[in-house]
Nanobody, 126 residues
Framework: QVQLVESGGGLVQAGGSLRLSCAASGRTFSRDPMGWFRQAPGKEREFVASISWTGVTTYYADSVKGRFTISRDNAKNTVALQMNSLKPEDTAVYYC???????????????????WGQGTQVTVSS
């Protein structure tokens, strides 16, 4: 059974930082793109960031560029999201996602995603 388990969410003041981690089990994703999405209350789930299986190519939503950094460790089957300079509008449930084949760029268009984590809450207070 494939599972993606997120951790690292919490409450932080505006301007602060959090690091989210996602541990995959049941299947190795070392040849697949992975990414992060988020869903704020009353809004649709939206793309945040994605990373190619090599870790060389990354994509970000315009709203997080320059503040968030996605990375992965294929040996550990994990993907992380470092979030700096957090804003209240970053408040959301953050989901880890894994695609089977495809590209990190396509994940930005919500294509090819096969697995989702259960989500972790990030709350940024003003």
């Amino acid at each position: 059974q494939v599972q993606l388990v997120e951790s690292g969410g919490g409450l932080v003041q505006a301007g602060g930082s959090l690091r989210l981690s996602c541990a995959a089990s049941g299947r190795t994703f070392s040849r697949d793109p992975m990414g992060w999405f988020r869903q704020a209350p009353g809004k649709e789930r939206e793309f945040v960031a994605s990373i190619s299986w090599t870790g060389v190519t990354t994509y970000y939503a315009d709203s997080v560029k320059g503040r968030f950094t996605i990375s992965r460790d294929n040996a550990k089957n994990t993907v992380a999201l470092q979030m700096n300079s957090l804003k209240p509008e970053d408040t959301a449930v953050y989901y880890c996602a894994a695609a089977i084949g495809g590209t990190a760029q396509a994940m930005g268009a919500n294509k090819g995603i096969r697995y989702w984590g259960q989500g972790t809450q990030v709350t940024v207070s003003s």
